[in-house]
């Protein structure tokens, strides 16, 4: 069974920073695509980022280009997002997810197979 568990969620002034990351077990390939997700209160789900494992291909929401990264080792089964100069607006649950994956590009977000639970992250003005 494939489990996605995403962690390292909290509480952070503006400015400050949070590293999320993201567990994987049960997944035996490399080549999987990761994405970061995230729903605001009273918001639809908006990607935030995602990385090709075998491309190394990344995308960015424009909203939080410059200030988040995406990584992933394969090795581990790990990703993070490491995000810096949050703003309040980046308040929500933070969702990782995972699908089998070839492409350069990232699959579009209907296209993720495993979820994990979320991770909760606000910012304070």
């Known amino acids: 069974e494939v489990k996605v568990v995403e962690s390292g969620g909290g509480l952070v002034q503006a400015g400050g920073s949070l590293r999320l990351s993201c567990a994987i077990s049960?997944?035996?390939?490399?080549?999987?695509?990761i994405g970061w997700f995230r729903r605001a209160p009273g918001k639809a789900r908006e990607t935030v980022s995602c990385?090709?494992?075998?491309?190394?291909?990344?995308y960015y929401d424009y909203s939080v280009e410059d200030r988040f990264t995406i990584s992933t080792d394969i090795t581990k089964k790990t990703a993070h997002l490491q995000m810096n100069n949050l703003k309040p607006e980046d308040t929500g649950v933070y969702y990782c997810?995972?699908?089998?994956?070839?492409?350069?590009?990232?699959?579009?977000?209907?296209?993720?197979?495993?979820w994990g639970q979320g991770t909760q992250v606000t910012v304070s003005a």
């Open positions: 049960g997944f035996a390939g490399d080549e999987y695509a």
């Open positions: 997810a995972l699908r089998q994956w070839y492409g350069s590009a990232c699959p579009s977000t209907s296209m993720y197979t495993y």
């Open positions: 990385i090709s494992s075998r491309t190394g291909d990344t």
